[in-house]
């Protein structure tokens, strides 16, 4: 198959294309190599999926699909069987600074994407939700039924907009769609802006790590490659047309997965096995907790579970020295 894969020089877009290619798929990457965090960890990744194996199939086209013009004169001419849309504007406290890179980019550049799989008749188009559309809400674990229409930031504002977009394309053109609402995602070529970055950054520095909220925050941490595999079993499975509900509760041929680690573990718990990789103690600067953050993510999956077989596996007792390891190696720390 060819499969686009968006935001392919990001974190997980890098780890989903390398599957793909490693299966034997061919993949065109987009990206617009934006500098919210570092450009050259972004280049570093598109180097290393290329000097991959199946780095032969894979194109690679710097270019801002919130530009419905380049997006379309990258792809002229290509055959597109799927779409993986991964890019976006990411973080949560960034968007209370710069509103328009979100509006831009996770608005104006997902009814783009939109209207390529409507254009090009695609078997599927899946697409990164958030675990933020849960915004405050109380009741844990997270479910797929659960309302969201509270969100407390614009970030979780704008995937939640992705997701009901969507659900018109499902409906209106019959587009075969799944969002997947990720939850805290880490492990090797990670993002900067991601705790487990910034606390391994800070303990092998001999740093002061921020703790947010005193310390009292639970997440649902998901290592890459259990994440890696659930996108991949997604993509693989469109939903059908068949009029049922689905998850989510769409009757459209469009499905929302929580994709998690069906855990919630203490920050502190976190900090601890950083610390133990690292072989050093942290230093901890405990902070109020921020404008947009919530307290505890924890994902119920039992629907990818049952419609995908999607079981993760990766503790951070395992993964966390996988990451360590990892970026010893590429920082040089």
């Known amino acids: 198959m060819t499969i686009i894969v968006t935001g392919v020089a990001g974190f ?8 793909l290619l490693r299966r034997g798929d061919t993949v065109i990457g987009i990206d617009n190599l934006d500098p919210y965090y570092p450009v050259q960890l972004k ?31 990258a792809l002229a001419g290509v055959e597109i ?13 960034y968007s209370l600074e710069n509103p328009g890179a979100y509006v831009r980019s996770n608005l104006a550049g997902h009814v783009n994407i939109l209207e390529l799989a409507r254009a090009r008749g695609v078997a599927h188009l899946v697409y990164a939700s958030s675990s933020s559309v849960y915004g405050a809400t109380k009741s844990l674990p997270f479910r797929v039924e659960d309302r969201v229409d509270w969100p407390i930031s614009l970030y979780a504002a704008t995937k939640r907009a992705d997701e009901l977009m969507s659900e ?7 587009i075969p769609q799944t969002g997947l609402r990720f939850f805290t995602v880490y492990g090797p070529w990670g993002r900067p802006d991601m705790a487990a970055w910034m606390f391994t950054d800070a303990v092998l520095r001999g740093q002061p790590i921020k703790v947010f909220n005193g310390g009292q925050m639970q997440r649902d941490f998901t290592y890459i490659d259990d994440i890696v595999a ?5 993509t693989d499975n469109p ?6 509900e689905k998850a989510g509760g769409s009757h459209s041929p469009h499905r929302l997965y929580n994709i998690g680690n069906n855990r919630a573990e203490a920050l502190e718990t976190l900090i601890e096995t ?3 990789a690292c072989g050093r103690e942290a230093v901890r600067d405990y902070q109020p907790m921020q404008p947009g953050d919530v307290p505890a993510t924890y994902a119920d999956i039992t629907a990818i579970q049952n419609d995908l077989g999607f079981t993760p596996s990766i503790s951070i007792a395992e993964g966390i020295p996988r990451w360590v390891d990892w970026y010893r190696g590429y920082t040089g720390l």
Request: glycine residues 10%; charged residues 25%.
């Open 168 to 174: 018109t394309y499902a409906h209106l053109f019959r």
């Open 230 to 234: 659930g996108v991949i079993a997604a």
């Open 43 to 73: 280049r570093d990744r598109i180097a290393d999926i290329r000097a991959g194996t199946g780095g032969e199939r894979f194109t690679f086209h710097e270019c801002d699909f919130a530009d419905q013009a380049a997006l379309d004169a």
């Open 12 to 19: 997980i877009g890098s780890h989903v294309a390398r599957a």
């Open 81 to 93: 069987d799927r779409i993986v849309h991964l890019g976006a504007q990411a973080g949560v406290r």
């Open 274 to 276: 950083i610390e133990r």
């Open 239 to 244: 939903p059908p047309d068949d009029g049922a």
